[in-house]
């Protein structure tokens, strides 16, 4: 037996023959060619063909997968219609005399590389998607048929990497789960595979062999394991890890639609965190009261070297109300800094960052930054139940500045003309033992509060949660954290006001019980994470 590991994307448990996957791609050979113009209006018809089919498999995705979804081929959209690129081919035809099949390739590569190079979001982490275009035109302009999908038997599919319109078409009755070479965890890819629900693991490189094509493998999504001819222990372990999925899934799935309520009528809040908009779906899916925590400061971490546009943001924050409807969305403000370092906004070295600049610091300093923002989740307020949410509050200060420039933006919008929901939420993240003893205070501030535990456990404990040498003293469950949070509660509920929890410790459900008679409110965890919760708490008497 071998065993080879990689980045789990998609958890689940997929046993099969491996077969290798070929776009039954040709050599793309350089031609010269006499009639530019002639050449030209055969990329021409391409484009306007692949725009066809883009449409087709965006119509395709949101029927099936969701909105959220299909905007990834709406970014194919937007790459085949973008200047550059287009100019790219154009160049190599009228300019080099090349043939329209060489000039979508060359062009492609070389969109690739600019883009790569200036680190902007729009490509950045989703090469794939130039390349998937670029496949698509070349075939279109070689008139072959469509993609080659293996016939027979239901196998595990294995390839060097995959295209998102690949993903997206592949047969779920035929495709067991895939493997690949290549990859990353954050591409669209990725992202179909887990929304669509199909074992998978990505980024196996070099130790994936075309030896192994036909040999029986396991594929465990769970732990990112591929086993080649497992053994008979091994192949028993994972039948085994397979039926108990299939049994924990089926009684989870019987949970949607249903409440988070204890047997004896004790009602909570079960939420999604969420840090992109890929996400959505899997909230929907998993049928969660809303979105409690979506992290901000993954568009700014994603955009390379320039700020998140306004426009750029509201899309996103509209998108996500949209998809909620009346249940409520919290967009947490950019907290950046720390470990989440983002190109986009300079922050000098620091001996400690976790302890320096970062959260509210950096949007207190960086007003024009924190107005972009705001003004986006304002906008995108008048389409469903936003609130805001300011991080890493340590002085009734820090909030009450912020609520000013967040007063300054409404007064723009005002006299711009432009709806938002003028009673929109806000909110605290209760990450510091500083906000805790101010919890009271902070109460008469805000509309809600959200306890981050990550953070504040360790800060309460003076441990960096991801130092290896600590990991034997770093105690999540430390009696100083639980008094902490019953004091925030406490604090919060005698000003009316309302209490959850969006760190690590709200998806342990060793603790659920303990939290519902601390009378927290809300419980916002990975979408994932949501259905489990939700079983432990209809299960406490």
């Given at each position: ?62 029927k ?18 973008d200047?550059e ?28 590389d ?9 490509i ?60 990353s965890?954050?591409?669209h890819?990725a ?151 983002a ?60 609520k ?11 006299s ?66 639980i ?42 965890v ?16």
């Amino acid at each position: 037996m071998i065993t080879l590991t990689g980045k789990k994307i998609a958890e689940g448990i997929a046993v099969g023959k491996l077969a290798f996957y070929s776009r039954g791609e040709r050599e793309i050979r350089r031609i010269c060619v006499e009639d530019t113009e002639k050449e030209l209006l055969r990329f021409q018809k391409a484009r306007e063909k692949a725009d066809q089919e883009l449409r087709e498999i965006c119509l395709m995705s949101e029927k099936e997968l969701g909105e959220a979804n299909a905007m990834i081929f709406e970014m194919q959209q937007m790459i085949l219609a973008d200047e550059e690129f287009v100019n790219g081919v154009t160049k190599i035809i009228c300019g080099q005399r090349w043939n329209a099949e060489y000039a979508v390739q060359e062009a492609a590569e070389s969109f690739v590389d600019l883009f790569s190079s200036r680190d902007t979001s729009y490509i950045r982490g989703h090469e794939a998607d130039v390349r998937d275009v670029a496949f698509r035109l070349v075939r279109i302009l070689a008139r072959s048929r469509k993609d080659r999908r293996l016939m027979g038997e239901p196998f595990i599919m294995a390839a060097r990497d995959l295209y998102p319109s690949e993903a997206l078409q592949l047969d779920k009755s035929k495709v067991l789960g895939f493997v690949t070479m290549y990859g990353s965890i954050n591409s669209h890819t990725a992202a179909l595979a887990r929304t669509r629900g199909i074992p998978s693991v990505i980024g196996i490189g070099d130790a994936l062999k075309k030896d192994y094509d036909g040999k029986t493998v396991i594929i465990d999504g769970f732990d990112g394991k591929l086993y080649i001819e497992p053994d008979h222990s091994t192949m028993k372990r994972m039948l085994q890890k397979k039926k108990q999925n299939v049994r924990r899934a089926e009684v989870l799935e019987r949970l949607k639609g249903k409440e988070n309520v204890t047997q004896s009528g004790q009602k909570i809040d079960v939420c999604a965190n969420i840090g992109a908009r890929e996400d959505i779906e899997s909230v929907l899916s998993n049928d969660a009261n809303g979105i409690g925590l979506f992290r901000s400061e993954f568009l700014y971490m994603e955009n390379g070297g320039k700020l998140p546009t306004e426009d750029q943001q509201f899309r996103v924050y509209r998108m996500a109300a949209e998809a909620m409807g009346m249940k409520r969305v919290v967009i947490r403000a950019a907290d950046i800094g720390g470990d989440k370092q983002a190109e986009c906004v300079r922050i000098p070295s620091e001996a400690n960052p976790m302890m320096g600049y970062r959260g509210i610091r950096i949007l207190l300093d960086k007003e024009e930054m924190f107005r972009t923002q705001l003004r986006a989740v304002l906008r995108a307020s008048a389409f469903g139940n936003l609130a805001i949410m300011f991080p890493m509050i340590t002085a009734v200060e820090e909030v009450t500045a912020a609520k000013k420039i967040l007063e300054k933006v409404k007064e723009e919008l005002r006299s711009e003309k432009i709806a938002f929901d003028h009673k929109i939420e806000i909110g605290v993240m209760i990450e510091t033992p500083a906000a805790v003893m101010l919890s009271g205070e902070l109460a008469r501030e805000v509309d809600f509060f959200s306890i981050g535990t990550n953070d504040l456990t360790q800060y309460t404990l003076a441990m960096d949660r991801q130092n290896l040498r600590l990991s034997g003293y770093y105690n999540p469950h430390h009696p100083a954290l639980i008094k902490m949070i019953r004091i925030v509660a406490n604090n919060v509920h005698l000003e009316g006001k309302r209490i959850g929890i969006c760190g690590d410790l709200a998806a342990d459900v060793s603790l659920t019980e303990m939290f519902l008679k601390m009378g927290i409110d809300e419980l916002s965890v990975a979408p994932s994470q949501i259905l489990p919760l939700r079983k432990k708490i209809r299960e406490i008497r």
